[in-house]
């Protein structure tokens, strides 16, 4: 157990649904990114939001909309996925600003599968 | 371009015995490098780092290696144990504080009795 909660940990969903992931965290922390594993693939950086306010889109499709309401949650709105987006979907939390430790705490995932 | 890689995407190592897991980097910028261990099912869970003005830390049985001039770090496990199979990434980042983590493909260590 890191302290980052992800839900839901498995989702399949089609083309043309509507999904969101729901990442939460209490740890204090100020920082909260969406990451996402493919097969072979290392970890890719989707999003970050520091203090609530996004500070890096690493070129994803606007078919994935972040939403960070609070420090301690984030959300990954779903839309029109395509079957190549079917991965592991990592949400992590860090203190990103006045720390030397910038550890980030994953949560579980949620594993994906448009279909 | 990858910033970070892990060139062995698997290792295999006789409990008791010492695992060597390398790592390599390109960016002369990194200056804080950390490793991530990942069991399947779960999210990656922070195991051990360090920064640029060290050439090593240790942790038990973990112990990690940096050679800036090589741009290669490595983690050592002594002694290798079982319940230490699982994936290792390496991960690297600017700034210190920035957070944002750059990863390895990672390595599948397995362990056996």
């Known amino acids: 157990e890191t302290g980052v909660t992800q839900t839901p940990r498995h989702l399949v969903m089609g083309m043309t649904n509507k999904k969101s992931l729901k990442c939460e965290q209490h740890?204090?922390?100020?920082?909260m990114y969406w990451y996402k594993q493919s097969a072979k693939k290392p970890l890719e950086l989707m999003f970050v939001y520091s203090l609530e306010e996004r500070v890096e889109n690493n070129s994803v499709p606007s078919r994935f909309s972040p939403e960070c309401p609070n420090s301690s949650h984030l959300f990954l709105h779903l839309h029109t996925l395509q079957p190549e987006d079917s991965a592991l979907y990592l949400c992590a939390s860090s203190l990103k600003t006045g720390s030397l430790r910038p550890e980030a705490f994953f949560g579980q995932g949620t594993r994906l599968t448009v279909v | 371009d990858q910033q970070v890689k892990q060139n062995s995407p698997s290792l295999s190592v006789q409990e008791g015995r010492i695992s060597i897991l390398n790592c390599d980097y390109t960016n002369s910028m990194f200056d804080y490098f950390l490793w991530y261990k990942k069991y399947p099912a779960e999210g990656p869970t922070f195991l051990i780092s360090?920064?640029?003005?060290?050439d090593k830390n240790e942790d038990g049985r973990f112990t990690v290696f940096l050679n800036k001039s090589a741009k290669h770090l490595s983690l050592h496990i002594v002694p290798s144990q079982p319940g230490d199979s699982a994936v290792y990434f390496c991960a690297a980042t600017i700034g210190g504080s920035q957070g944002n983590l750059i990863f390895g493909k990672g390595t599948k260590l397995s362990v056996k009795p």
């Open positions: 360090i920064s640029s003005i060290k």
């Open positions: 740890l204090g922390h100020n920082a």
